[in-house]
């Protein structure tokens, strides 16, 4: 049997190979592809990159490794020709060469993997943000592109348009794999003559033997693994921080990347006009006085968000939707107690006696719900405890990859 993988960015030990630098991006797939047997398998992994100019190909540990420069369907059609793999697994749909592949390639042997879903993710670009954030805004929106960033209605556009692309590709396609049970609502809709197939994700191995101890995590410290774009929800975190702050005077929150851009308060007017949503979190935390108590780690590897996990008294997920977030189940795999919106296909993720779920969009239920797991230690323990033990099940690799091969060979018999 060959299967080809279709994806879109580079996996590292390919980039590795072409003496490109790593991407952060697809965790998922590559620890997907390490549970996998190579033998009798015949993997290929067609990845596009804008870092190509033209196509390549390197063989490594068993694995057939094709790049193509993002964009170039000539070159996804010769590689379809020469492979001619017996099934393809497309990774993403919001993507340029997403239809390309159904067009390419009989949908019945295309196995359509969701990862997020951009149409929702554009609805929910600005929620909770003021109405200013939605009107036109040309001079900006030009100086944001000559700097190669996007105003937060420029993002929500283009996840839209996306998420247009998307429905078309869901509407071609046979066979779904999906993790929740709101993605399978979504595709239920959107591609009413696909059949749905449930696959859990594999997560990253260093959060599997778990660590987190009470004694060992910094009392009333947050932490949240992305903040960069308003579908995220930092703006809602720190207005419950300020809440929190009220009662608990050490509250701390930490966040993963990078904090906004101060040039000094001559400068910051201006700064914040252009940079418009991390402007905002810096106005917002600076006038409900929490500015001090806001940390950014930079960019963290693995390893350094398993370290942020162990330190925090509570991990945090404040988005205002989310399919499966990969960030969530590393949580709940390390051990530290968990407080997430109840928004998409999280509550299919964990369950009130894992965690605390809570509407991001409802005034207070956030700071409420933080502030439940903060005011008993024990409950926060052994939720955090029942979510360890569903998460080393739900994600285990063996269970995974297993399911994923057993899937391969119903849709090639024979092959």
């Known amino acids: 049997m060959k299967v080809m993988w279709v994806l879109d960015f580079l996996p590292p030990v390919f980039s590795g190979r072409l003496g490109l630098a790593p991407q952060a991006s697809g965790s998922w797939a590559v620890s997907l592809l390490a549970a996998l047997p190579k033998e009798g398998l015949g993997l290929v992994l067609c990845s596009f990159s804008p870092e190509l100019s033209a196509p390549c190909r390197e063989r490594i540990d068993g694995v057939s490794y ?31 060469h997403a239809p390309w592949v159904l067009e390419g390639f009989d949908p019945q042997k295309v196995l359509v993997y969701i990862q997020g879903l951009a149409g929702p993710c554009g609805e929910h670009m600005a929620d909770g943000l003021p109405p200013r954030f939605l009107r036109r ?3 900006k929106e030009a100086l944001a592109r000559r700097t ?27 066979h779904i794999l999906g993790r929740t049970d709101w993605d399978k609502a979504y595709c239920a809709a959107a591609a009413p003559e696909a059949e749905y197939h449930h696959l859990p994700e594999i997560m990253r ?15 009333h410290r947050l932490f949240v693994s992305q903040g960069n774009i308003p579908l995220k929800g930092l703006h809602r975190a720190i207005e419950a921080l300020a809440e929190l702050a009220k009662q608990w005077p050490d509250a701390q929150l930490y966040v993963a990347g990078w904090p906004p851009p101060d040039k000094g308060p001559l400068l910051r007017p201006l700064v914040h006009w252009l ?13 409900l006085g929490v500015a001090d108590r806001i940390h950014y780690t930079g960019v963290l590897n693995a390893e350094g968000m398993r370290q942020q996990f162990l330190l925090a008294e509570t991990y945090l997920l404040c988005s205002s ?10 949580a709940m795999l390390t051990g530290v107690p968990c407080a997430a919106a109840a928004v998409g296909g999280v509550p299919s993720m964990l369950s009130e006696k894992e965690g605390e779920l809570f509407d991001p969009a409802a005034p207070g239920e956030m700071a409420k719900a933080i502030a439940a797991l903060w005011a008993d230690p024990a409950m926060a323990e052994e939720k955090a405890a029942a979510a360890r033990a569903r998460a080393l099940a739900v994600h285990d690799p063996k269970a995974v990859a297993a399911a994923l091969l057993d899937l391969y060979r119903r849709l090639c018999p024979g092959g």
Request: hydrophobic fraction near 35%; aromatic fraction near 6%.
């Open 137 to 139: 805004q040309p001079l």
């Open 148 to 174: 190669g960033g996007l105003t937060v209605l420029a993002q929500k556009e283009r996840l839209l348009a996306r998420g247009e692309r998307e429905r078309a590709v869901l509407a071609k396609a046979r």
């Open 66 to 96: 094709l790049g193509l420069p993002a964009g170039d369907r000539p070159a996804l059609e010769t590689a379809l020709a020469e492979e001619a793999p017996d099934l393809i697994q497309l990774f993403g749909t919001e993507n340029d």
């Open 275 to 287: 940079a418009e949503y991390p402007g905002y979190l810096d106005e917002l935390a600076r006038r």
């Open 321 to 330: 939707i989310e399919n499966s977030p990969n960030s969530l189940g590393e």
């Open 205 to 219: 191995p260093v959060f599997y033997p778990g660590g987190w101890q009470r004694q060992s995590a910094r009392p």
